[in-house]
Structure formats: structure tokens, C-alpha cells
């Protein structure tokens, strides 16, 4: 997964959030649009449209940016760091087998996840699909157990990436017939009627879908929040390929010949382009 962009109506205060809280590094501040992220790694794009007003309530959208740190130390340090500076925004953890995960909001109403992965040798597979739960997970221990006195100093260190993206969307069917079926990501796990959680490469999830607050809600309007989510493909083959894809199934795509672009049934824009 590549960079998350938001529309956002106060660039000041939420490169602040993810700068100063979230512990990423501003990388570029051009004007209306601020790139933040860790090394060469953008992570969150922030494009200034204060004309827009929020989204409407129930709507379709992001329902969660998840950042992956390679270390719980790394995790450790930016949970404090959030902690310590806007403790209004945490929303929960939970330990979900696969993965230890913390739940933030940030000043103007989008979900983070901030997370650290176990090692895929430690994750259980039936039939294809990727064994998940919603186990308790203390912040506090977690904290006390993994901070390191380097992460309280410096909680900006190390690497992190765009792990995945969980969307909010309208009903669950729809969007298997399209990310799935159409798109080509492999389905990797389902809570009943309402949660689907695909993948590329064995990975227990690149994308989500849920209906928790969306449930029936139609295309968006133009508003604040998600503007783009960028997928990266290795070559520029498989970005021909899945153009090709895209056309078969009579999907409207955009092509400027390095990205790929297209809208899901609930006008979130997804942007494809290669490594």
C-alpha cells in the first residue's frame, strides 16, 4: 500500500497530529499539500480544501489509515507519543493474533490504526483464510514493556509503512465483487455480513471493508476526509495488466501512463501505480 491522502480543513493543526503525535516526519510542505511520512517513505498526504464541509454522518469513506512499525519498540514509542500529547484520541487496542493494534482519531474525525505485526510463521491459516481475533490489549503494559528510553527521546526512529487500509462502505457483497472479483485481491478473511479483509501476497490483510457506520450508504459527496488510496504494483506490466483488467469489466479508469486511477462503487478514489 502506498500513501493515504486526506482532505483536510486545518493543514496546520493535522500536520501538527501526525507530525508532533504520531511521531512522522514532515517531508515536504508545498503549498496546500504536506507529505508526511518516515525516511523516503510518504505515509499521509494532507491537501488543504477548507471549502469543503465534513462528511456527511453514516457515510462511506476511511474508516481507518493503519500504520506498520517493524518493531513493537518502534509502536511503543509512537502509542506513548500520541499518549502524552492528545490522550483525547485514543479509541482502543486489541491484540488480533496476527498483529498488536492501537486505535487513534485525529483532529478532524479519521481513523489511524497504529500497529506491529507478528511473524507470519506465527499466523494460522484454514482454508485460505487467515486466523484474526479481537483479544484485550493493555496500552499501559504494552508501553511499560517496550518502551525504551532511546523510543521516549527519539519516537520518530525507525521505519514504517502504509500496512493497510480499512475502508467504510455501504454493504459487503459490493464490495467483494469488486475488490475481489474485479480488482484481483484474494479475500482473506469475513466477520459475518458485515467485515472483509482482502490481500496480495499472503498477507492477512493489504484492504478492509466494513458497513459498522456505513451500513447502505450510497457514492460520497466531495467532502473532507479520504481522498486517495494508492496501491503499488511491482512493474509497469502489471499496471498495463490490470488496466486491461479494469477494461474487461467495464470499469471507468483513468491512465496518465504511470498511475492508474478508478473509483469503487462509493466514489473512494483508488490510485494504482508501480514501485
Known amino acids: 500500500m502506498g500513501a493515504v491522502t486526506l482532505r483536510v480543513g486545518n493543514l496546520d493543526a ?3 497530529y501526525y507530525r508532533d503525535a504520531v511521531t512522522l516526519e514532515l517531508q515536504s510542505h508545498d503549498g496546500p499539500v504536506a507529505v508526511l511520512g518516515r525516511g523516503t517513505t510518504p505515509i499521509v498526504i494532507l491537501q488543504h480544501a477548507p471549502e469543503l464541509a465534513a462528511p456527511e454522518p453514516r457515510s462511506a469513506g476511511l474508516f481507518h489509515t493503519a500504520i506498520l512499525f517493524d518493531t513493537q519498540a518502534q509502536l511503543a514509542a509512537a502509542v506513548y507519543s500520541v499518549g502524552t500529547r492528545h490522550p483525547g484520541s485514543f479509541t482502543g487496542s486489541a491484540d488480533h493474533l496476527v498483529s498488536q493494534a492501537f486505535y487513534f ?39 511499560s514493556e517496550h518502551l525504551t528510553e532511546e523510543g521516549q527521546a527519539h519516537p520518530s526512529f525507525g521505519n514504517a509503512i502504509v500496512g493497510h487500509v480499512h475502508l467504510s462502505v455501504g454493504d459487503v457483497g459490493s464490495a467483494r465483487a469488486f475488490y475481489v472479483d474485479k480488482l484481483g485481491f484474494e479475500a482473506t478473511a469475513t466477520l459475518g455480513p458485515s467485515a472483509l479483509f482482502v490481500s496480495a501476497g499472503g498477507y492477512h490483510h493489504h484492504m478492509a471493508m466494513n458497513t ?17 488510496v494508492d496501491i503499488i504494483v511491482p512493474t ?5 495488466a490490470l488496466g486491461e483488467r479494469m477494461s474487461h469489466f467495464r470499469v471507468q479508469t483513468r491512465h496518465d501512463g504511470q498511475t492508474l486511477s478508478f473509483d469503487d462503487p462509493w466514489a473512494n478514489q483508488i490510485t494504482v501505480r508501480t514501485a
Open 105 to 143: 482519531t485525529d483532529p478532524e474525525g479519521n481513523g489511524i490504526e497504529l500497529y506491529w505485526d507478528r511473524d507470519r510463521s506465527a499466523w494460522s491459516w484454514t482454508h485460505g483464510q487467515v486466523e484474526m481475533d479481537t483479544l484485550h490489549l493493555d496500552p499501559n503494559a504494552f508501553i
Open 212 to 228: 459498522w457506520n456505513s451500513a447502505g450508504s450510497g457514492k460520497r459527496r466531495l467532502a473532507l476526509g479520504l481522498g486517495e
Open 14 to 16: 493535522m500536520i501538527a
Open 236 to 240: 509497469g506490466d502489471d499496471l498495463g
